[in-house]
């Protein structure tokens, strides 16, 4: 077979019928390395680790959402690309994995639901690193949100057993009004007046069947703080001290603070 060749504009350019040269064997295993390490390479996944501040938090209160920590690394390297984090199934937010392959995610209160909500975090590598994406779970319990109602009867709680003293308002002793004036203001910040006839108008009076826990329950001469079920917290009288009991007031005004 002959073989001819034309120096055009400097380039040596073969004629038709020319010869092609098989590859070598080097040339083959160098290809097939290649395409090897491009297979292994897009096949593999990065090593990620995900640290959680915490596991339980209360709606409402920032010193109690959880933070998610997330590292991704391939070969003891960084990995560029970034982060998606799901609650329930759904996309709250996406964060890039910085220059050390590190993202933090701190979703708000508003994306969870009350309970135990189901989180999903997903490294997505950059399409230049050949990785595969990585999918990590973990489990969040979120507890309803903190209300003036249920601070109000929780303070009063940690003074059942407390004694009762005529014109008390600290630990030491509380009359009736001494021991609501003292809990509203512990739990909420609010002052109230200082005699239970003054307390009967410091906020909206509510019905019996909407009362809530923190209300205070009104009768002449006497208050006391609604604590739910039918109960209160009272500073009752010399032989009770601080108390909670079933209510036992026939007909009592709630006043909703």
């Known amino acids: 077979m002959s073989l001819t060749a034309a120096l055009a504009g400097g380039t040596?350019?073969?004629?038709?019928?020319?010869?092609?040269?098989?590859?070598t064997t080097a040339n083959v295993s160098s290809q097939a390395a290649v395409g090897s390490l491009a297979a292994a390479k897009k096949s593999s996944k990065p090593s990620v680790k995900v640290s959680l501040s915490r596991t339980t938090g209360t709606k409402g209160k920032k010193n109690t959402r959880p933070k998610y920590t997330v590292k991704a690394t391939s070969n003891g390297k960084a990995v560029k690309g970034q982060v998606k984090i799901f609650i329930d199934g759904k996309k709250v937010n996406t964060k890039k994995l910085n220059k050390n392959g590190i993202a933090r995610l701190k979703p708000t209160w508003g994306k969870y639901d009350t309970g135990r909500n189901k989180i999903r975090l997903t490294v997505v590598?950059?399409?230049?690193?050949?990785?595969?994406?990585?999918?990590?779970?973990?489990?969040?319990?979120?507890?309803?949100k903190a209300t003036n109602g249920?601070?109000?009867?929780?303070?009063?709680?940690?003074?059942?057993?407390?004694?009762?003293?005529?014109?008390?308002?600290?630990?030491?002793?509380?009359?009736?009004?001494?021991?609501?004036?003292?809990?509203?203001?512990?739990a909420t910040g609010k002052t109230l007046?200082?005699?239970?006839?003054?307390?009967?108008?410091?906020?909206?009076?509510?019905?019996?069947?909407?009362?809530?826990?923190g209300d205070i329950v009104y009768t002449p001469g006497h208050v006391a703080i609604y604590a739910g079920n039918g109960k209160v917290?009272?500073?009752?009288?010399?032989?009770?001290?601080?108390?909670?009991?079933?209510?036992?007031?026939?007909?009592?005004?709630?006043?909703?603070v």
């Not at 590598?125 to 309803?144: C, D, E, I, M």
């Not at 059942?160 to 014109?167: E, I, T």
């Not at 007046?193 to 826990?213: D, I, L, T």
Request: with cysteine; charged share 20%.
């Open 12 to 23: 040596l350019v073969a004629g038709a019928g020319t010869a092609t040269a098989a590859p």
């Open 125 to 144: 590598p950059a399409k230049s690193t050949g990785l595969q994406k990585v999918k990590t779970h973990r489990t969040v319990k979120v507890n309803p």
């Open 150 to 186: 249920s601070k109000v009867v929780s303070v009063a709680h940690q003074y059942v057993g407390a004694r009762y003293v005529y014109g008390g308002s600290s630990p030491r002793g509380f009359d009736c009004s001494g021991f609501t004036s003292y809990v509203y203001k512990k």
């Open 193 to 213: 007046p200082r005699s239970s006839s003054a307390q009967r108008s410091v906020g909206k009076k509510v019905s019996r069947s909407n009362a809530k826990p």
């Open 233 to 256: 917290i009272e500073a009752g009288n010399p032989r009770t001290g601080v108390i909670k009991r079933k209510m036992w007031q026939s007909n009592p005004t709630f006043i909703r």
